[in-house]
């Protein structure tokens, strides 16, 4: 069983750059969380689909992130225009969705440092 | 709205000591309660869980009981080793109009180091 899986695991942009960062979800997952981790703090959520749709966007997204999980078991986060203040790591999260909560499990994360 | 504050680190112990790591909560209704670690190196798992009051969550000799009464969730371990040196994160599930199974809302983490 592959466990959730993120590319690329570092990313070093100039400010004003576009971003795509992609996650795999476990195998059998229907449901993607994604979370930003600044150094030194919790995660921080940002964004919730059970299968393709996107059913929570935390205030944190700005219009500036977008995310998607098209059919399957991948899903992206796209940033444009990054901003110093995007440097963070970036974590992924698939789980089984259903009536009652099943355990998130993590990827190992992207790390995003912005010039 | 929903919130977890986590003890400040860094937390350095002698192995075989006893561990505590406070952890207290804010939330509307009954929220699910979780511990998850961060080795170095690796992405977060989960340690443990409670999902109503006066539930024990347990697991590789840490446990936290779910304390509705003080809001509370305390990580806990009678005898630390070196290879628990982690970091060390709360987390809630809220229960409340608007959560979803999917957010997850986190403490700031604390660093345990266990030297032998």
């Known amino acids: 069983e592959t466990g959730v899986t993120q590319s690329p695991t570092h990313l070093i942009k100039t400010r004003g750059q576009q971003v795509t960062l992609r996650c795999s979800s476990q195998s059998g997952h229907n449901t993607v969380s994604w979370y930003q981790q600044a150094l030194g703090q919790g995660p921080e959520f940002l964004t919730y689909f059970q299968n393709e749709a996107q059913l929570e966007k935390s205030r944190l997204l700005s219009d500036r992130f977008s995310a998607e999980r098209p059919k399957g078991s991948f899903s992206t986060l796209e940033i444009q225009r990054t901003e110093q203040g995007d440097s963070a790591m970036y974590l992924c999260?698939?789980?089984?969705?259903?009536?009652?909560?099943?355990?998130?499990?993590f990827g190992p994360g992207t790390r995003l440092t912005v010039l | 709205g929903d919130s977890v504050t986590q003890m400040e680190g860094p937390v350095t112990l002698s192995e075989e000591a006893f561990l505590t790591i406070n952890c207290t909560y804010t939330a509307t209704g009954y929220p699910s309660l979780f511990w998850y670690v961060q080795y170095p190196g690796e992405g977060l798992q989960l340690l443990l869980k409670?999902?109503?009051?006066?539930d024990k969550g347990s697991n590789k000799g840490f446990e936290a009981t779910y304390r509705k009464e003080t809001t509370s969730f305390h990580l806990e371990k009678g005898s630390v080793q070196v290879s628990d040196s982690a970091v060390y994160f709360c987390a809630l599930r809220g229960s409340g109009r608007g959560s979803t199974l999917g957010r997850l809302y986190f403490g700031r983490g604390t660093q345990l180091t266990v030297w032998p």
């Open positions: 409670a999902t109503k009051a006066d």
């Open positions: 999260a698939s789980s089984l969705g259903g009536p009652s909560y099943n355990e998130q499990f």
